[in-house]
Nanobody
Framework: QVQLRESGGGLVQTGGSLRLSCVTS????????MGWHRQAPGKQREWVAS???????LIADSVKGRFTISRDSAKNTVDLQMNSLKPEDTAVYYC????????????????WGQGTQVTVSS
């Protein structure tokens, strides 16, 4: 089974920047899409950005122009560069991946990290 581990969260002032990183470990066949979601207090988890295998990055409108996602498919890592942060970006940020297992018969499992807290002060 794959394990996803996030790092890079913290406290930052409005307008500041943070870079989140997600690394993978464990045994699997390959990873399809990798990306980031976030969940603010009292709100549902929302998609932020993702990079499907072999395709261009996708970014949510709420963060477009401020956040950039980058993926290293060889290392199975994904980063989220967050600039011009706003208080409404405060949330727990989760790395997620669509992980493929098996050889003759493949199956996919959506996996999640434990999350990293990002707090933006006004």
């Amino acid at each position: 089974q794959v394990q996803l581990r996030e790092s890079g969260g913290g406290l930052v002032q409005t307008g500041g920047s943070l870079r989140l990183s997600c690394v993978t470990s464990g045994t699997f066949t390959r990873i399809d899409s990798m990306g980031w979601h976030r969940q603010a207090p009292g709100k549902q988890r929302e998609w932020v950005a993702s990079v499907p295998s072999g395709r261009s990055a996708l970014i949510a409108d709420s963060v477009k122009g401020r956040f950039t996602i980058s993926r290293d498919s060889a290392k199975n890592t994904v980063d989220l560069q967050m600039n011009s942060l706003k208080p409404e970006d405060t949330a727990v940020y989760y790395c997620n991946a669509d992980v493929i297992y098996g050889t003759d018969e493949e199956y996919e499992v959506e996996s999640w990290g434990q999350g990293t807290q990002v707090t933006v002060s006004s």
